[in-house]
């Protein structure tokens, strides 16, 4: 976007630790197991919303159909194609510097000082979007349970050891057990499964059907005018929280699990609210999870898909010394309050769930980069158009 607004390649650099761009999602796609995504065919990170469906047009596809249901979900076989057709294309990955920034300074209106691992970079306008966490945070249960030699492991993190957790339940005869309740709970479950390993499911309350993260009325005005008619920020974050699915999961995505539950190798727990883990007494390499209220649940490890990021506003630890300094308004949730061209101070733009107070429930998503992207168009514009008169 902000090329196609006429800022120049030798003026744009996308810092990310990754080796390539677009790794940490499509890590942690894949460790769910997942085949479509759950948003519709129109949210990509190409620019016209309609390319997807003609990219689709282009690609040979064998056994899955490019798109699912009412709402054409893309596989993610299709949609990752298409964003590295799309990167390809504008050449994204030669403005790619790979290192993690650590620090930012500078004062209001910039110039700012980015600090990475790899040396810093100096700049004018600054976007911050380190997305919504990296990671599945580990609760301090789990860190007890640790102790107890109980492997515990995040499935969004760094290193997943999937197939010896797998090898493990084949020779324990003990579940996987995967804590959460949301559709990446419950397309893990449904993939460990799909190998023909044991699973328990633990979820600390009953299926949550919901099609969407939010609902679509939060991608334009029908639910986006009331949102911005109320100033106070405390009120918007209520309002989001209120807005997003937390912990849902699609109806096909239930269905499957419903239908697994006469299965020998999966077991389904509502309402477990884990409290630790244990070794199992007489069971070499099998542990004991300790739910509330019920008989301890035998497992051989735990893999947490509790979702990512941490109620912190993600990349506080290099962002809030900064904002703190440069008194950036902040709600009292801690997060950024952007003006209406997702502006937090001079010259310091965000994107994605640091500009929710200001794009809504979505502002996480696939599409709240695309509204991002619509709203920050026209500052890159008039900026490049200043540039060059
Ligand atoms: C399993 C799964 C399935 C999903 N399915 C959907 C879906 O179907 N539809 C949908 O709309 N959304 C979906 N999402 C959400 C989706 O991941 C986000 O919409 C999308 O990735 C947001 O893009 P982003 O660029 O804002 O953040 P991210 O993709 O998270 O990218 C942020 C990047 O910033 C980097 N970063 C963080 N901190 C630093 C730092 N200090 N220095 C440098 N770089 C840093 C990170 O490493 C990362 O590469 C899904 C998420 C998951 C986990």
Redesign the pocket.
């Known amino acids: 976007m902000l090329l196609d607004a006429g800022v120049a390649r030798a003026r744009l650099r996308l810092?990310?630790?990754?080796p390539q761009?677009?790794?940490?999602?499509e890590r942690?796609?894949a460790?769910?197991g997942?085949t479509?995504?759950?948003?519709p065919g129109v949210?990509h990170i190409g620019l016209d919303p309609y390319e997807l469906f003609r990219f689709a047009g282009r690609q040979y596809s064998r056994h899955t159909p490019h798109f699912k249901g009412v709402r054409r979900?893309p596989s993610l076989a299709l949609?990752q194609a298409h964003a590295r057709h799309v990167e390809r294309q504008a050449g994204l990955s030669e403005l790619h510097c790979q290192?993690?920034?650590?620090g930012v300074s500078g004062s209001r209106g910039g110039p700012f000082r980015v600090e990475?691992d790899r040396g810093s970079l100096a700049t004018r306008r600054l976007i911050l979007?380190?997305?919504?966490?990296?990671g599945t945070p580990v609760p301090s249960w789990a860190r007890g349970a640790e102790h107890s030699g109980l492997p515990v492991h995040a499935l969004?993190g760094e290193a997943l050891p999937l197939e010896a957790l797998v090898e493990r339940a084949h020779r324990t005869g003990a579940p996987i057990g995967v804590v959460g309740g949301g559709?990446?709970a419950g397309?893990f479950a449904l993939s460990l499964l799909g190998r023909g390993c044991p699973v328990t499911l633990l979820m600390r309350h009953p299926f949550r059907v919901e099609e969407l993260?939010a609902d679509p009325g939060w991608v334009g005005p029908k639910e986006l005018r009331a949102f911005h008619a109320v100033e106070d920020p405390a009120a918007r974050r209520r309002m989001i929280q209120a807005a997003r699915h937390r912990g849902s999961m699609p109806e096909e995505v239930v269905g499957r699990l419903r239908a697994a539950q006469g299965s020998e190798h999966f077991s389904l727990k509502e309402g477990a609210e884990v409290e630790g883990g244990r070794a199992a007494p007489g069971r070499e390499g099998a542990w004991e999870v300790e739910v509330a209220g019920v008989p301890p649940v035998v497992v051989s490890s735990v893999v947490l898909a509790t979702?990512?990021g941490c109620g912190r506003p993600?990349?506080e630890?290099?962002i809030g010394g900064f904002a703190t300094e440069l008194e950036l308004p902040r709600a009292p949730c801690g997060y950024p309050v952007p003006d209406a061209a997702l502006q937090w101070g001079e010259g310091l733009h965000l994107?994605?769930?640091l500009a929710e107070l200001e794009l809504g429930p979505?502002a996480?998503?696939?599409?709240?980069?695309r509204m991002?992207g619509t709203r920050l168009g026209p500052v890159a514009r008039s900026l490049a158009t200043r540039r060059a008169g």
């Open positions: 810092v990310d630790p990754h761009l677009l790794a940490c999602w942690n796609a460790r769910t997942m479509y995504l759950r948003s949210h979900r949609f290192a993690r920034v650590e990475t979007a380190p997305g919504s966490g990296e969004f559709i990446s397309q993260d979702g990512v993600p990349g630890e290099w994107s994605g769930s979505v996480r998503n696939i599409v709240g980069a991002a």
